[in-house]
Each structure stands twice: as structure tokens, then as C-alpha cells.
């Protein structure tokens, strides 16, 4: 059975692992290279090849989220002044810092997840991107996908908040 722990590690992986098949399954059809990124005028300033496109995103969405979750694991050796936590005289409390320790782990998967979601958004971007003869942008889309990493942000930040206010007995630290 899964626990609040365990879920975001696992639909972590579960999103690596879409995200990993549908790269796969798509850079085929892309051409070789293909462009990745575009200038304000929406033409394509930037090529990857499909092995460099594939370093880019094993960066991204594998070794970004790794190393956020490895920082916040240490987050508990740091001292409190260089933690911003709301109430953290409260959350650090050393009867309370093992489960918020737990806790800011827990929302460092949280991010893992909507990084590797915004990751496979930007690349289906892309994908659409480089269809036509000459490589465009869709706005739309990518405003879409934009607008969606916003609020995804915008969720866990409040989220975040939600779980570290103060609560009710706080003058009993």
C-alpha cells in the first residue's frame, strides 16, 4: 500500500518512465537535427541532434530532480537561519524535525513530478514544433503547457504553505 511517502516517489518514476517512452517513440519521426529552441521572431536559433537532445533531457528531468530531493535530504544538517519555512521555529523544533524533514522530502518529489510533467509538455511542444517544413512554435500550445506549469507551481507553493502554517497550539513549541 502506498503512503504519502511513497506516492510521489512512485509517480515520479511512472512519469520518468512516460516521459522516457514517449521521446522514444516520437524523436524518430523527428529530423535529425531538429529545432529546440526559438528566438522572440518564433524561428528556430537552436539545433539538437537526437542523441544530444537525449543528454539534454536525461539533465533535465532526471538529474534536476535527483539532485533537489538530494539537497532537501539535507536539509535537516543545515542550520535553521538558512531555512525558509513558515513557522520554522515550530517545524524545526527537535520533536517535530524528523516529520518535517519527512515532509519537505515529500514535497521535493512533489516538484520532481511537475518538473518531468513540464518536461514531457515541452517536448511534445517540439514534436509539434518540427512537424511542418519550416519549425514553428504553436503558441497556443505553448501557453498552454506554460500556463499549466504555472499553476502546478502555484498548487504546491500553496500546498507548501497549507502544511507548515501555524497551527493552532503554536505557543507551545
Not at 24 to 33: H, I, K, R, S, Y
Not at 56 to 84: D, E, F, G, H, K
Not at 109 to 118: G, H
Request: proline share 6%.
Amino acid at each position: 500500500m502506498l503512503n504519502s511517502w511513497s506516492i510521489p516517489k512512485f509517480l515520479y518514476g511512472v512519469l520518468l518512465v512516460v516521459h522516457a517512452t514517449l521521446i522514444a517513440l516520437t524523436l524518430e519521426n523527428l529530423p535529425d537535427p531538429f529545432a529546440t529552441h526559438f528566438n522572440t521572431a518564433n524561428e528556430p536559433d537552436r539545433w539538437l541532434s537526437h542523441h544530444q537532445y537525449w543528454l539534454v533531457q536525461a539533465l533535465i528531468s532526471v538529474i534536476t530532480p535527483a539532485l533537489l530531493v538530494m539537497l532537501l535530504s539535507l536539509s535537516n544538517r543545515l542550520p535553521s537561519y538558512l531555512i525558509n519555512l513558515p513557522n520554522k521555529d515550530y517545524w524545526l523544533h527537535p520533536d517535530r524535525q524528523a516529520e518535517t524533514q519527512r515532509t519537505i522530502i515529500r514535497f521535493g518529489w512533489w516538484m520532481a513530478c511537475i518538473i518531468i510533467a513540464f518536461c514531457s509538455g515541452m517536448h511534445y511542444n517540439l514534436v509539434v514544433a518540427n512537424q511542418g517544413k519550416t519549425p514553428t512554435l504553436h503558441g497556443r500550445l505553448l501557453l498552454i503547457t506554460v500556463a499549466l506549469f504555472i499553476f502546478a507551481i502555484v498548487v504546491w507553493l500553496k500546498q507548501l504553505h497549507r502544511e507548515f502554517s501555524a497551527p493552532d497550539n503554536s505557543s507551545s513549541i
